[in-house]
């Protein structure tokens, strides 16, 4: 079952020869290649989702719904490409008159980085899994991928591997440009490989902290793109605690059990300013009660959830609002404690309960909650339920220090596919927080630049010739060029 | 004279607290900033290359020069953040129709990492040292500046650093965004310490990977980008070199001797269809012969030379061609070897001589320079000397693999500030080949972007407010709009 190292060994080298090959196509060749991957995937979402629902305990839209936002993510990147925005193509023209002294003609354009080891999620067996997001924008910067399987959906990530390389075959790719491997040392060979030119990774803080470690330690050290954990806080005001306590309650629940709480985005944290707490027990126990329960992902996760909500539930000054249960599909718990007990044990806002379970925090009238936002490490999202009017500048700049996206009224739970989509943070959310793994953005981790100083036009790269075959947008001289304009010097 | 752990507490203390008031001050105000920065550098200018002078051995000339440079450089990212090209602002309205279900109203923004401890150059006393790229990029990001001084110009970048903080005292800025710190125990501090958000370093391979490895062994990791060691390769085409091999050997000789042959992208191998190597050496010879001499930077630097040009020299297959002296301004060596002595020891193409020495490569007609140019390293820049019609596209992308410059018959040295400058490369010429610390786009490397989900209109920053107060650049809906332009929701 496990991929023995000389496997490993083959498809790496097979996946760089096929990068070498795929490198410098056109973009219309590329995007035909995404584009065939995206069609393979719809015509049969019915095996895939079936699959899905047998290996994840996952509900069928749910797993339909994540089909389509990885369709859907593969041509949103296909028209990126197409109107080279992952290039990034700047033309300077020479200029004798420039500030410093003359500058030559200089010209700059992202270029792919090689071969890219993707390591899928467990909780997200499409949009984070074989074909997800790590892999759709590795092949779309014009990467080789070599996926490290997770085992928690073997035989839906083996189909869909066969799948993707099925349609990147018909699609006259080269062969090798997508492959997949099973186990431990597969992986670790994947992140060792001289070869290897960048990692994307989702999954546990430890597990990637000891990859990144890995990556870091290397002869030639490489970028490890690395989504770890995030408790994603969410504060509540007084004043919109006061307008619309039950609907921001009825959010709440509905958020945080989302896919049984197994969300890098599930809000763990509420700071409320609650007075009746049996009220509020009340209210969240009745939300509850109407949420369809499934068992977790995987006996091992389980395992981990179970772990972390008896260690927060055991800790001084915290309660159990709503008590969830044990069974197999597990009801959801609220725990709740105080603000002040936070500010004493600061680490009960760092752990992470990957499941359905979460943790209330009271704070009285008048309380600073930037000192409480104070206390928080480094997150994927954070949540502001307010109202307009208020003046919450401080609170929203304590968050943004420690959060990669900010949410108003909203819930963190959900995560579009767009250009400004940014879904990343602080450690150790990510071990790179000026990164994306989802939106257009995403691209950009697996290229890098490469300027042409002083080029003959005839040994220039399609992309930086002034009459610009590829059509794409560029900026030349300084000013932004929509796609398709010529590049004339002045 | 070093700094106490205590000093360099309270300023990396200072330093945050600065960056917490300055960090979301109007494009106008930060860029008045850099100014007053630029206009001391400029009225300074006598004392400071005066001081330059005495402690580095470089000439007046290439001091101001330099001065010049790094004085640009600040007026040229000033005019960068006024347009917001920095801030990399897109805005996706909230759209129903979107691909794979109604999105929300997304906003992105990149903003300032924090404190940045930049590490000072030897051997470009303005333009990589106090107040050179790192620190301006820095700055222009909107991050405070811890510098590690370079004791190579002590008098120098103490007297540098004592005009910046004045300059910003008066400009207005906060107390403590900018301050310098001396000491190998006060450089380790200010890599450790939990305030310090990344680290940009120029100087030695050994230095910088000791210090990348620390870097990345935080309990939080921080981005460390370094750039280390490049040899610079330049290979010379049978065509070009029958056309013209008189001129290339005077423009390499001029190169890889400027500034003592002390810069980061000294042509340090020459690959080159030699026959008559005794016709090529009076030729080198007599170029050099008219070639200034200096000491080199440091006694420490010179060791490092001496024992470098020692290893090569005594290589197996490795003769002198131009025989330089240990003077105390030595005269200039070449060495020379072939292609065959190369395949056999690849590690001849790893060894900087940073100081005035470079190797040259002889190869016999018709040899595949693409094998050559496979066993490079990774290089800041990578030089063809060819004819505008040959057909060079293998040898081309292979460098282009390992470099993160490309140049065509033209010189390495000499680094423009423009915004397609790319001066990184992959390891080991840098820890991070996917960002520049020369030109615009190294502002980038101090920011992170964050997106503001589903914001009420009143809550949002500035920058991505839909009347567009600042006047900057954005990508509205997927569309790039020119500065000061309105973002409408279709």
Redesign the interface.
């Known amino acids: 079952m496990h991929t023995t190292p000389e496997q490993v060994e083959n498809q790496i080298v097979a996946a760089h020869a096929a990068y070498e090959q795929a490198?410098?196509v056109e973009p219309q060749v590329r995007g035909s290649w995404l584009e065939a991957i995206a069609a393979a995937l719809e015509a049969n979402a019915d095996e895939l989702v079936g699959l899905g629902e047998q290996e994840t305990h996952l509900d069928q839209g749910r797993l339909r719904?994540e089909l389509?936002?990885s369709v859907?993510?593969l041509?949103?990147f296909r028209s990126e490409i197409l109107a080279g925005e992952h290039l990034g193509a700047?033309?300077?023209h020479a200029d004798q008159d420039?500030?410093?002294?003359p500058?030559?003609d200089?010209?700059?354009v992202n270029?792919p980085l090689?071969v890219v080891g993707v390591f899928g999620a467990s909780n997200f067996p499409f949009a984070f899994s074989v074909m997800g997001g790590d892999t759709a924008s590795a092949l779309a910067a014009g990467c080789a991928v070599v996926h490290k399987i997770h085992e928690g959906h073997l035989q839906l990530a083996l189909r869909t591997a066969a799948l993707v390389e099925k349609a990147l075959a018909s699609a006259g790719a080269p062969q090798g440009l997508f492959s997949a491997v099973v186990g431990r040392q597969a992986a670790e060979a994947l992140v060792d490989h001289p070869l290897t030119k960048a990692i994307g990774f989702t999954g546990s803080t430890a597990g990637g902290r000891a990859l990144?470690?890995r990556a870091?330690?290397r002869p030639?050290?490489i970028?490890f793109y690395g989504e770890l954990g995030s408790i994603n806080p969410v504060f509540v005001t007084e004043q919109a605690w006061d307008v619309r306590r039950d609907a921001i309650l009825s959010g709440y629940a509905a958020s945080f059990t989302a896919g049984m709480g197994q969300f890098c985005t599930k809000p763990g944290l509420l700071f409320a300013p609650v007075e009746d707490t049996d009220e509020v027990a009340a209210l969240l126990q009745q939300e509850l009660e109407s949420k369809s329960l499934a068992p977790l992902l995987s006996p091992k996760l389980r395992e981990g959830f179970d772990a972390a909500l008896d260690k927060v539930r055991s800790a001084e000054g915290v309660d159990v609002l709503v008590k969830g249960d044990d069974a197999e599909a597990p009801r959801p718990t609220v725990l709740a404690t105080t603000a002040e007990a936070v500010l004493a044990q600061p680490e009960l806002l760092e752990q992470e309960m990957f499941g359905p379970a979460t943790l209330l925090i009271r704070y009285r009238p008048g309380t600073d909650l930037t000192e409480l936002a104070g206390l928080l490490e480094?997150q994927l999202?954070a949540t502001v339920q307010?109202e307009?009017?208020e003046k919450?500048d401080d609170l929203?700049?304590v968050l943004?220090?420690r959060?990669?996206?900010?949410?108003?009224?909203?819930w963190?739970t959900g995560v579009?596919?767009?250009?400004?989509?940014?879904h990343?943070g602080?450690?150790?959310a990510t071990?790179?927080?000026?990164t994306?793994s989802v939106g257009t953005?995403a691209i950009?981790?697996f290229?890098?630049?490469?300027?042409?100083?002083?080029?003959?036009?005839?040994?220039l790269p399609p992309a930086l010739r002034d009459n610009n075959p590829w059509n794409i947008?560029r900026?030349v001289?300084?000013?932004?060029q929509?796609a398709g304009q010529k590049a004339e010097a002045r």
């Open positions: 490198r410098d719904f389509k936002r859907f993510q041509r949103l700047i033309i300077d420039w500030g410093m002294g500058r030559p200089l010209r700059r270029v090689g990144f470690d870091c330690r030639t050290p970028p480094g999202t307010g307009p009017e919450l929203l700049t943004r220090e959060s990669g996206r900010l949410v108003w009224n909203a963190p579009s596919v767009t250009y400004a989509q940014q990343g602080p450690y150790p071990t790179a927080a000026s994306t953005a950009g981790r290229m890098r630049p490469v300027a042409y100083d002083s080029f003959a036009p005839e040994q947008t900026r001289d300084g000013i932004h929509p």
